[in-house]
């Protein structure tokens, strides 16, 4: 059996339908605001970077699309879905905003007591899919990321790339609209960031919808269709990859990018 993701139009990867649409979002934290009046659209099958210095709000603007942070204003929309406006959380079913918007942390919050399989069985299982057809696409989806030989191995056992690719098969598991990639590689070694990238770009081929907080900004550049400069809790710079990282048009997106070479 192989796995797959839908694919994208053949005319155009990226289409004009936004599956996620956020305007005016604003989120603070014991009074230190984080996101500042924040607008940003997804394309179904487009790939957006999100890029910038630690603290500058990408984490917070991406846990804001499954409302695993709740914006304080701001209207957010998934899959033609308002699930928050004014403040105020509409979205009556949160669970299956979290399937539509599947998600891949950075340090891959995978259950310790569970195997590999089984922790990809299990999203399924809750979600009701029977356990026969879980178990299928569980095993298929560990041969699609490079570690159906390791599905038996518990976390411990596994390398954070390992690790990571498990990860990122439980979050193809419930069939997401779209994948958000949280810092995916910050914590691996260059080898285990190499198979993780692999991954990612077999799922930017396939034509799954992603948006991805990251500092591999060659990554970025090869893969995105559209790239955002986020500082300060604002989008300073958004535009194509070969615009924003090679010849931005604002100060601070240059001097964000000539600390980044200093620093590689």
Do not use: W
Not at 115 to 122: D, I, K, R, S
Not at 216 to 240: M, W, Y
């Amino acid at each position: 059996m192989t796995e797959s993701v839908a694919a994208a139009p053949p005319a155009t990867r990226a289409s004009s339908q936004a599956v996620i649409r956020i305007e005016g979002l604003c989120k603070s934290f014991d009074g230190r605001l984080v996101l500042d009046r924040v607008n940003l659209e997804v394309g179904r099958g487009s790939i957006v970077s999100v890029i910038g210095q630690s603290g500058g709000g990408k984490t917070t603007l991406m846990r804001c699309v499954n409302l695993l942070e709740r914006p304080d204003r701001g209207t957010v929309e998934v899959a033609g879905e308002t699930v928050h406006q004014g403040g105020r959380m509409v979205c009556r079913d949160l669970p299956r905003l979290r399937r539509t918007v599947g998600m891949v942390f950075q340090r891959f919050h995978l259950f310790p007591h569970l195997t590999a399989v089984e922790n990809v069985v299990l999203a399924q299982r809750k979600a009701g899919v029977p356990e026969a057809q879980a178990l299928e696409r569980a095993v298929a989806l560990l041969r699609r990321v490079g570690v159906a030989h390791r599905a038996l191995a518990q976390p411990e056992q596994l390398s954070g790339g390992e690790q990571q690719r498990v990860a990122i098969a439980r979050a193809l598991a419930l069939r997401p609209e779209v994948l958000l990639f949280d810092e995916p590689t910050s914590s691996l070694d260059p080898e285990a960031t190499r198979e993780v990238l692999s991954v990612m770009r077999e799922l930017a081929a396939d034509g799954m919808t992603m948006l991805l907080v990251t500092h591999e900004l060659p990554f970025a550049r090869e893969v995105s269709d559209h790239v955002v400069f986020v500082d300060g809790g604002r989008i300073v710079e958004e535009g194509r990859p070969e615009d924003v990282l090679d010849t931005p048009a604002e100060a601070r997106t240059r001097e964000f990018l000539a600390s980044y070479g200093n620093a590689s």
